[in-house]
Nanobody, 119 residues
Framework: VQLQASGGGLVQTGGSLKLSCAAS????????MGWYRQAPGKQRELVAA???????NYANSVKGRFTISRDNAKNTVYLEMNGLKPEDTAVYYC??????????????WGQGTQVTVSS
């Protein structure tokens, strides 16, 4: 299953964006879906993850501002981002987190989508 992230852009501090991750095949049987990001000069990090049962996990830095959701019927995962800050600037990727360690993912990374937050 290939993943394509989209929806990034340039926004001002405090603004909002909604990212989409479209899968080329069914995600119904995939337990965990996740969003990651990589800022310039930094390691890629997990932003949010969601299980098929709807359990969510967020990085401390985005709790209360970002919301992850999934629509298995549309084979799509979303990341709604509110209250954006300049430190949220990064390339955002979707992938399949390992059940044992969400910081690691087993799918291909793809190109991601650029989010830039201006101050």
């Amino acid at each position: 299953v290939q993943l394509q992230a989209s929806g990034g852009g340039l926004v001002q501090t405090g603004g909002s964006l909604k990212l989409s991750c479209a899968a080329s095949g069914s995600i119904f049987s995939i337990n965990v879906m996740g969003w990651y990001r990589q800022a310039p000069g930094k390691q890629r990090e997990l932003v949010a993850a969601i299980t098929n049962g709807g359990n969510t996990n967020y990085a401390n830095s985005v709790k209360g501002r970002f919301t992850i959701s999934r629509d298995n019927a549309k084979n799509t995962v979303y990341l709604e981002m509110n209250g954006l800050k300049p430190e949220d600037t990064a390339v955002y990727y979707c992938n399949f987190p390992l059940d044992s360690n969400y910081d690691l993912a087993w799918g291909s990374w793809g190109q991601g989508t650029q989010v830039t937050v201006s101050s």
